[in-house]
């Protein structure tokens, strides 16, 4: 079982930027995967971005690279997304997930947070 809780959404205008926070408990090891999904209203839900809790090469959606980067703290249990130069079309509420294979597809993960919005104006 792994519990997966994300924080640090909210408003910001366009070109701004944003830091998610995943905090990971649980059985987690190092070979799994952590991903960031966002699903904006009307909507389906999209891969954002997701790499190995061991590190490595990282994955990320073509409308978010260059843009956003994933990157983790094994000491806090923290997985990240720094998101800058953001857009109005990356408002969605953004969920972080969890997998055991490294996949752009969100059926591949098993353990999901409740989600953070982000909002960004115009």
């Known amino acids: 079982q792994v519990h997966l809780v994300e924080s640090g959404g909210g408003l910001v205008q366009a070109g701004g930027s944003l830091r998610l926070s995943c905090a990971v408990s649980g059985r987690i090891f190092s070979g799994n995967i952590l991903g960031w999904f966002r699903q904006a209203p009307g909507k389906e839900r999209e891969f954002v971005a997701a790499?190995?809790?061991?590190?490595?090469?990282?994955s990320y959606a073509d409308s978010v690279k260059g843009r956003f980067s994933i990157s983790r703290d094994n000491a806090e249990n923290t997985m990240y997304l720094q998101m800058n130069s953001l857009k109005p079309e990356d408002t969605a509420v953004y969920y972080c997930?969890?997998?055991?294979?490294?996949?752009?597809?969100?059926?591949?993960?098993?353990?999901w947070g409740q989600g953070t919005q982000v909002t960004v104006s115009s």
């Open positions: 790499n190995s809790w061991s590190g490595g090469s990282p």
């Open positions: 997930a969890s997998s055991s294979l490294m996949s752009t597809a969100g059926g591949a993960y098993v353990y």
